[in-house]
């Protein structure tokens, strides 16, 4: 059972990592100072230490966290039972367009910030996404048998790119966001 102190503890951090994914996406890593992070959660700078050793483990757990979070979402969607494997990559495409839609400071941080982290963690996240995109490349390869393994890779990359799009979009409003970019992934994974 979770007390009510550690309840309100995990928000304080949560809390901490948004701003940060924020401030990180906006004006990058290193301009941004730990009393900034503490003002835009409304505490002092350092109450950051209550919650985390340093500004780097933020930028860690921000894009070690997403890219675990990534590979365990596609993972359990895998080996959910479907119909068939289009419906699988439609339940994939909707999954990552969820979280691109909601998270588009992270996605920013992870273009920008990714060669900030420390090598052992920047190895991990590269591993973890490595294993993402071979989940989505599998599926892509028993719909399009035909597609050679490296131009599914290449695919993956296009189509993730496509996607994450979202964190560069500078078009406000629009209704047909999700649907546009869902179709376009499900053309260039299917073709045509």
Same mark, same amino acid.
């Given at each position: 059972?979770?007390?009510?102190?550690?309840?309100?503890?995990?928000?304080?951090?949560?809390?901490?990592?948004?701003?940060?994914?924020?401030?990180?996406?906006?004006?990058?890593f290193h301009a941004v100072s730990i009393g900034e992070l503490g003002t835009a959660v409304g505490?002092?700078?350092?109450?950051?230490? #209550?919650?985390? &050793?340093?500004? $780097?483990?933020?930028?860690?757990?921000?894009?070690?966290?997403?890219?675990?979070? =990534? !590979?365990?979402?596609?993972?359990?969607i895998v080996v959910a039972t479907h119909a068939s494997d289009?419906?699988?990559?439609?339940?994939?495409?909707?999954?990552?367009?969820?979280?691109?839609?909601?998270?588009?400071?992270?996605?920013?941080?992870?273009?920008?910030?990714?060669?900030?982290?420390?090598?052992?963690?920047?190895?991990?996240?590269?591993?973890?996404?490595?294993?993402?995109?071979?989940?989505?490349?599998?599926?892509?390869? #028993?719909?399009? &048998?035909?597609? $050679?393994?490296?131009?599914?890779?290449?695919?993956?990359?296009?189509?993730?790119? =496509? !996607?994450?799009?979202?964190?560069?979009?500078?078009?406000?409003?629009?209704?047909?966001?999700?649907?546009?970019?869902?179709?376009?992934?499900?053309?260039?994974?299917?073709?045509?």
């Open positions: 059972m979770t007390t009510a102190r550690a309840q309100g503890k995990a928000r304080t951090r949560q809390l901490f990592l948004d701003a940060a994914a924020r401030l990180f996406a906006d004006r990058g505490v002092s700078g350092p109450a950051l230490y #209550r919650h985390f &050793p340093s500004k $780097e483990a933020m930028l860690e757990e921000i894009l070690l966290g997403t890219s675990e979070f =990534l !590979l365990h979402g596609g993972t359990a289009r419906e699988l990559l439609d339940e994939l495409i909707d999954f990552h367009l969820t979280f691109a839609l909601a998270h588009r400071d992270v996605i920013r941080v992870q273009d920008r910030e990714l060669g900030t982290l420390p090598k052992a963690a920047n190895r991990q996240v590269r591993k973890l996404q490595r294993q993402y995109l071979d989940l989505w490349a599998e599926v892509v390869g #028993r719909i399009r &048998p035909e597609i $050679e393994k490296a131009d599914r890779q290449v695919m993956m990359h296009a189509v993730f790119g =496509l !996607l994450n799009s979202t964190a560069h979009n500078t078009v406000a409003g629009s209704a047909n966001e999700r649907a546009i970019l869902a179709t376009a992934a499900r053309c260039v994974l299917l073709g045509g």
